[in-house]
């Protein structure tokens, strides 16, 4: 499909780089019904029914993005996959004087070396430490990942990023992006979650840096996803099917969580366990063998992300949602509001 169709206007206006407080007085735009309703994010154990079960993400985000030295030249390096105890694939900047065997310094006592430049522009890092001594450096000398369009000067709110850019239920670290529709989730919608008799469960999939990639080319067929590590268990999958049997549905909170549960569905309504990579990409036309709501926020124009709301609620539709969003002044991306959609009947719009 053309790109040209997933693009609209967004005025910088609309961009959140502060989150709501308290987080679930965000709003909440109910698409779970023909039409639209203004709603907060308080709102959405009342807009379920009981049955259902979420499913989120479990990710926990770690201070990926990195200052360095090459010599003279500063480099900052966000780390976006990890493929061993001790190396993690990186985006550079500068990056074009990089060369296997190149050292960079972050610190006295931490450095790495780059074993390989990859063609998609990336490089894999090899750190002179690995495993939780790693994990370590990275929590002392690294800075938050946040998207490139929420600006902050490296010195500024650091402490208050590392809080807010983290889902209260985060367990699993290796994400270099928050899974950002469950920063809206409180000890009160648990609570509400509960009461309603809506069951709550979690998947992991550690999101990449590759998810803020812009779509550069003018054809979805041409568009390379970059792969991403997931898991869900056995436990999860009975309760999933145990949902299904009992005629429950299955609400994904956030497109990282949905995108891993698709990847995971064998047929309609049928899943397995799964631990791996996937680079799944969901563009209109896609049959959804798993998820009958979905819980996300507002996405860039032409990415990948409003690619993937379009498949699941109707691209004209989406459309319209994004407009009423504007007008009536919503926050959009990682720090903004969030939407409720319920899944088209016909997935080839």
């Known amino acids: 499909m053309n790109v040209d169709l997933f693009d609209f206007d967004l005025p910088k206006r609309f961009i959140a ?38 499913i989120a993400n479990n990710t926990k985000v770690i201070p990926a993005r990195l200052d360095g030295q090459r010599g ?12 061993a105890d001790d190396e993690w694939l990186a985006f550079a900047k500068p990056g074009k004087r990089l060369k296997a065997g ?43 990942p946040l998207p490139p369009y929420i600006e902050r000067k490296k010195t500024g709110e650091l402490e208050t990023d590392r809080n807010d850019y983290q889902t209260i239920y985060a367990k699993e670290e290796g994400a270099v992006a ?20 809506v069951a709550f469960e979690t998947v992991t999939l550690h999101v990449g840096a590759g998810t803020f990639l812009p779509v550069k080319v003018d054809d979805t067929e041409d568009h390379q996803m970059h792969a991403e590590w997931g898991t869900i268990t056995q436990e999860t999958v009975d309760k999933i099917h145990a949902t299904r049997a009992a005629g429950g549905r299955i609400v994904a909170v956030g497109t990282t969580s949905l995108r891993l549960l698709e990847s995971a569905a064998t047929a309609p309504g049928v899943i397995q366990p799964f631990t791996g990579e996937t680079d799944i990409f969901i563009t209109p036309g896609y049959q959804f063998k798993m998820v009958d709501l979905l819980l996300t926020n507002f996405h860039l124009p032409r990415s990948t992300l409003f690619m993937l709301v379009s498949a699941f609620a109707g691209r004209e539709r989406m459309h319209a949602a994004y407009e009423h969003a504007k007008h009536e002044n919503y926050r959009f991306y990682s720090y903004g509001d969030g939407c409720l959609l319920s899944k088209q009947n016909d997935q080839n719009n």
């Open 17 to 54: 780089d502060h989150p709501a407080v308290p987080r679930d007085s965000a709003r909440l735009l109910d698409l779970t019904e023909e039409g639209s309703a203004d709603r907060i994010m308080r709102d959405l154990p009342s807009l379920l029914q009981p049955g259902d079960l979420l």
């Open 72 to 83: 003279e030249v500063k480099i900052e390096a966000t780390l976006h996959m990890r493929t």
């Open 178 to 197: 928050a899974p950002t529709a469950g920063l809206h989730f409180t000890e009160q919608i648990f609570q509400g979650l509960e009461k309603r008799g």
């Open 102 to 144: 190149s050292l960079i310094d972050f610190a006295d006592d931490f450095f790495a070396e780059v074993v390989e430049k990859r063609e998609r522009g990336d490089i894999r890092l090899r750190f002179n430490c690995g495993g939780e001594k790693l994990f370590q450096c990275l929590e002392k000398y690294g800075r938050m």
